[in-house]
């Protein structure tokens, strides 16, 4: 792979200045790779080779068919690909390996569907008054900036990139410093299917640099980022004053509310695998455990018998859990799980460290919080770990209002059998998807995602991020 390099207008090449960034491995805190640090020049340069591309270059002059045909190449190369790729974003996050794979899988997959769907966004055409026909183009926005994190940076690059280049958008990506290596390693295969020079931009860099240089660059036309919701201010802030539009994801404080004629053997795994999955470094996380009063104190027995048996281990060592991103995430994390035991809020559950872990990873022990209070900030805030926390609700009215309670609506869990309840509840939460007895986490390529409130606005994945990449242009033929 070419390390230390970024790639701008189909060459890899070093920052302007030369500066790097060591790369850390989670699962034991040394550094395997470094990866250019870019600044406003670099980034400016790839905004420029986007442009050119548009403007000159021959992806300006690739059709819709061809651009879904070479979205589906890379989707194969993904997968041909597939150990390698599993194994770069396993050392990369510290994620188990079978996570990664997961992840390399969605990726795949989202090239697959984004190259199916390339030619198949139509316009439209409207009645209007006699002597007129009116069309509705839908257009590239043109240059999209996209600025993703590190808890799924594979993941990511698919989610955000496919349906952009799908809609014929050149991109300027700038992946998260603390994972970005796949997102390297998958845009070397895009070079290698044919995607021609300036539609595919990559500035690696943190932030504050290259991060804040792309999201205020005039020469953007459309910002997709997933990340804090601080973050997210930032770069919504950056789009108004260049009069753009974005699409945020910024996380959330998802319930999973279990009401007592719940099928509990089915949603025990679902329960725990919603809040460790990624180690709790999920923006979807189902972090907030909802019982019923009724049958809070039987349920939560058995969810906290399942937490008890979880193991934390290094990314090979493919456990339940791996270590947290970096140093400072477990800092924060443990912040939570500190202040929570201080408060004397109840562990009920934790899992446990496997053995021969190596020294120096950012691991933390899975942990369930009982009777949390309702304005406690584990019931609250997202610690973006695997802390879960539970809290009772008495009926369904108390459980719409405990959900809704947040400053986040990203994602559901209802677990009952009652079918009008099923419907109620739906109607009644506030959030960008529902699961009725079950939990996606995100769930499929071809759901649409995304949040309402302080989880973000704006819709990926789906048919509707591609609407989202995309412009309507009305135009009027006046006849006789
Ligand atoms: P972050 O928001 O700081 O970083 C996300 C991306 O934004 C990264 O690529 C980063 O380089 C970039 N960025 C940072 N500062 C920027 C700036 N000023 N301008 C433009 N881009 C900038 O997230 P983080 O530090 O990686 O994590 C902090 C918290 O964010 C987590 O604890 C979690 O709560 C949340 N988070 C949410 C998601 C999600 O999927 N919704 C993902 C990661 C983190």
Redesign the pocket.
Known sequence: MKEGKHLINGSWVASQDNDTLDVVSPSDGLVFAKIARGKAGDVDLAVKAAQNALDNGAWRKCAAVDRGRLLSKLGTKILDNFDELADLEALDTGKPLKQAKADITAAGRYFEYYGGAADKVHGDTIPFMDGYMVSILREPHGVTGH??????PAQMYGRSLAPALAMGNAVVL?????ACMTSLRMSELAQEVGFPEGAINVVT????E???S??AHPGINFLS????????T??QC?AAKNHVGCVL????KSPQIIFDDADIAAALPVIVNAIVQNGG???SAGSRLMIQSTVYENYLDQIAEKFNELKVGSHSMDLDCGPL?SA??KN?VEGFLDRARSEGIAVVAQGSMGPGLPSGGFYVTPTLFAGVPRDNELACD???GPVLSALSFDDEQDAIKLANSTDYGLVTGVWTKDGARQMRMAKSVRAGQIYINGYGAGGGIELPFGGVKKS?HGREKGFEALYEFCATKTIVFKHD
């Open positions: 600025i993703i994190p590190w808890n799924y700038k992946p998260a410093e603390d860099g943190v932030g504050e290259a991060g804040a792309l999201s980022f997933t990340g804090s919701p601080e973050v997210g930032i770069v950056a994801e910024l996380g959330g470094q999920t923006c991103i400072v995430q924060r997202e610690v973006f973000g």
